[in-house]
């Protein structure tokens, strides 16, 4: 089992930056696609951005493109979430998710059910 360790999120204020961590406890993130999601209350769990398992391909869902940016060291055994330009509709708790693939480009698992392994969670507030 793959326990996934989430750091970073807080609060700031609209136009500003916070960057979440995720750190598997365990076992090489090497062997895993990984994928960040968002549920800001009363909705429904949604992407927000994925790695393929070599770092050479990403997806991103059209609200954050060009704010946020998923990257990974699988030297270090992290990946993490850059997120730039914040606005208060980004406001949600952020989940860290992993997908074991043998497919090391593969950036195509876009939706909760991709994934077998997920974070605790972690709040992000944006003010406006």
């Known amino acids: 089992q793959v326990r996934l360790i989430q750091r970073g999120g807080g609060t700031v204020q609209s136009g500003g930056s916070l960057r979440l961590s995720c750190i598997p406890s365990g076992r090489s993130f090497s062997e895993y696609a990984a994928g960040w999601f968002r549920q800001a209350p009363g909705k429904e769990r949604e992407f927000v951005a994925m790695?393929?398992?070599?770092?050479?391909?990403?997806a991103y869902a059209d609200s954050v493109k060009g704010r946020f940016t998923i990257s990974r060291d699988n030297a270090d055994n992290t990946v993490s979430l850059q997120m730039n330009n914040l606005k208060p509709e980004d406001t949600a708790v952020y989940y860290c998710?992993?997908?074991?693939?043998?497919?090391?480009?593969?950036?195509?698992?876009?939706?909760?059910?991709?994934?077998?392994?997920w974070g605790r969670g972690t709040q992000v507030n944006v003010s406006s």
């Open positions: 998710a992993a997908k074991f693939t043998i497919y090391a480009g593969r950036a195509d698992f876009l939706t909760p059910d991709d994934y077998q392994h």
């Open positions: 790695i393929s398992r070599n770092g050479g391909s990403t």
